[in-house]
């Protein structure tokens, strides 16, 4: 059997031509086969061409979504590091609130607080508020995905609250530290000691003759009996404002305690300290005498409330 031969016709429109080009059976089956492994691997190049382009541009979205979640977590990591600052701060205040919250409470069991002297203050502490903590369940990454957006935004809302609620509470906080403060200083410099242990043979108010006037007059403090020598105490911390002689009280020491409160102790015998001293509470200032106008020896007591005379007896429940 002859072997059929195959038959190109090329025609060229300019030339007026027509060409003959014969291929065998077997030429034409090679062609064939060459031009479909041509068009096969044409297409597998376009197709990984647009797959790696895909990929490409997936990888690209997905660099810029992860940038944005690192700027995200470093902006929470910074509000983060802020709260955690705020509230180091607060338990500091807190602890120095509590320690003068103890203190004034040791200085009320042993001193008795005259009406008027301390005021009542509400602190206005708020509780520290419960954040509710937000779970997610379903189906993972694509879940994470939809709700993305309002839990960063819900995050950031509540990150922001807490620092406002920690601000406010240190706010609240120093107020109440500085109303204790307060109160510790007015119970510090509240002569609730007795200056010298005795009895007391004339009270505040008695009809005392004025060796001045030749008159009498109210006594102005209260004369506790002791024996000469014995060494008299300051009722309280303050500032020593006078010590020396004067006419009718004899040795003389005046202390400033603050918040209007002054005690003088007359009579003395010796002074142990002089003007512009800083004093404490039990310190020795002098010795029980006769100076001045005294029959006896004994300590002539005062305490004065912004320069007006109050009877020390109200204010005298500490020896020690």
């Not at 180091?88 to 320690?99: G, H, P, S, T």
């Not at 300051?234 to 040795?251: I, M, N, P």
């Amino acid at each position: 059997m002859a072997n059929k031969a195959y038959t190109i016709l090329i025609f060229s429109q300019k030339a007026a031509k027509v060409k003959k080009l014969m291929l065998s059976p077997l030429t034409f089956k090679i062609g064939a086969v060459v031009l479909g492994l041509v068009i096969t691997f044409s297409a597998f190049v376009i197709y990984d061409y647009l797959n790696n382009k895909k990929k490409i541009s997936e990888l690209q979205s997905l660099r810029a979504e992860t940038h944005s979640q690192q700027e995200e977590i470093r902006g929470f990591m910074e509000k983060i590091f802020i709260l955690e600052e705020a509230l180091n701060k607060l338990k500091e205040i807190e602890k120095q609130v509590e320690k003068d919250l103890r203190e004034v409470k040791d200085l009320q069991k042993v001193r008795k607080v005259s009406p008027g002297v301390l005021k009542k203050k509400n602190s206005h502490i708020p509780k520290e508020k419960t954040k509710e903590a937000a779970f997610i369940r379903g189906d993972g990454i694509s879940i994470l995905e939809k709700e993305r957006s309002h839990l960063v935004s819900r995050l950031n809302r509540d990150l922001l609250e807490l620092h406002r609620d920690a601000i406010q509470r240190e706010q609240n906080l120093k107020e109440f530290q500085e109303f204790l403060q307060a109160q510790k200083s007015i119970l510090l410099a509240t002569p609730y000691l007795w200056p010298v242990l005795g009895r007391i043979t004339s009270g505040f108010g008695d009809t005392r003759l004025s060796f001045s006037s030749g008159g009498t007059r109210p006594h102005k403090g209260i004369d506790i009996a002791a024996a000469t020598g014995t060494p008299v105490l300051t009722a309280a911390d303050g500032v020593v404002t006078f010590a020396g002689r004067e006419s009718e009280y004899g040795r003389l020491v005046c202390i400033d305690h603050g918040h209007g409160f002054l005690t003088m102790y007359g009579h003395l015998k010796e002074v142990h300290i002089q003007a512009g001293d800083k004093v404490r509470k039990g310190q020795v200032i002098g010795t029980v005498g006769l100076s001045g106008n005294s029959t006896g020896p004994h300590l002539h007591y005062e305490v004065r409330i912004h320069g007006n005379p109050v009877n020390p007896s109200r204010y005298l429940n500490q020896t020690t």
